[in-house]
Nanobody, 124 residues
């Protein structure tokens, strides 16, 4: 079993930055890809970013490309999401997810384990 705990959410103004962190436990973290998803009120959960097992490969949703950066520290079993130039449309609950393969993409079915989520609210 894998446990994922997100932190770092909050209420910020448009144009601000936030850094989300996800702490993982329960298996060999460095063997698997990780991702971030988000879910706005009344909408489906959507892909934000993914990072491969080593951190060498990353991918992003078009809506966040150039503003968000995903990174991981395999020594600390953490994966972070640096969010810059935040917009009101970034408001959502953000979820950390763990895949079962070394590389993963944007599909929810690729991720087996999920955190409880952290709220990010961006005011205009």
């Amino acid at each position: 079993q894998v446990q994922l705990v997100e932190s770092g959410g909050g209420l910020v103004q448009a144009g601000s930055s936030l850094r989300l962190s996800c702490a993982a436990s329960g298996r060999t973290f460095s063997n698997y890809a990780m991702g971030w998803f988000r879910q706005a009120p009344g909408k489906e959960r959507t892909f934000v970013a993914a990072i491969s097992w080593s951190g060498a490969s990353t991918s992003y949703a078009d809506s966040v490309k150039g503003r968000f950066t995903i990174s991981r520290d395999n020594a600390k079993n953490t994966v972070d999401l640096q969010m810059n130039s935040l917009k009101p449309e970034d408001t959502a609950v953000y979820y950390c997810a763990a895949a079962t393969t070394r590389y993963s993409g944007s599909y929810r079915y690729e991720y087996k384990y999920w955190g409880q989520g952290t709220q990010v609210t961006v005011s205009s």
